[in-house]
């Protein structure tokens, strides 16, 4: 597969993710204020900046039990992570990582993989003497987390593959205000999405 479409396909289906994800939280937490929050004649109140709760005099603790910070999150992987060997043999060298076992190229003193999704990778060189590997794990969102391997025996190199995490929160945070309403706004931190600041 032709590496730049991988990663067009790889961004598209991390996008389709993210956006189901955020419309069932939405539907979620819509209903549940909803449900907390409507008066006695069904009205539902809501502002530019903040979703207004005017709570009834019959149900005075329900929209207090929503005060409050609120986390939600949700992660999309990598999933390829954790001991990365690579090792020397008769029939040449070889990687191995979460369960696969690839085939790596050496060049000089510069040895590289790739997953056969075509979407992990790893890049990295020999020291002058070979007892480490230094190089960098390059991950389907195209990040590069550096990786050291020490020799760990004979002709093989062990090290840890700590990739970033794609991940996606959102912060609820509900505040009671003294007419009796509740103000609300939804933040995330990853991609800078909601205010970054309460307001009244």
Known sequence: MNFSYALLLSAFTRGIKTFLFLGI??????????????NEDGRFESSSRFTTLRVDALMPNSARELVGLWEAKRRFGPDIRGILLIKESSSGWWAEIAGKIVQAKLDGDAITFELPDSEN?????????????????????????????TKYGNDVWRGNVLPYDDTFTLY????????GSVGAFLKNPERNIGFGQYRR
């Open 172 to 179: 609820l945070m509900v505040r009671a205000r003294d007419d």
């Open 121 to 149: 990778s790893f890049k990295g060189k020999f020291e002058a003497r070979r007892t480490k590997i230094v190089g960098h794990w390059i991950q389907p969102t195209n990040y590069a987390s550096p990786v050291v391997l």
């Open 25 to 38: 939280l939405f539907a979620a937490i819509a209903s549940l204020v909803y449900s907390l929050a409507q």
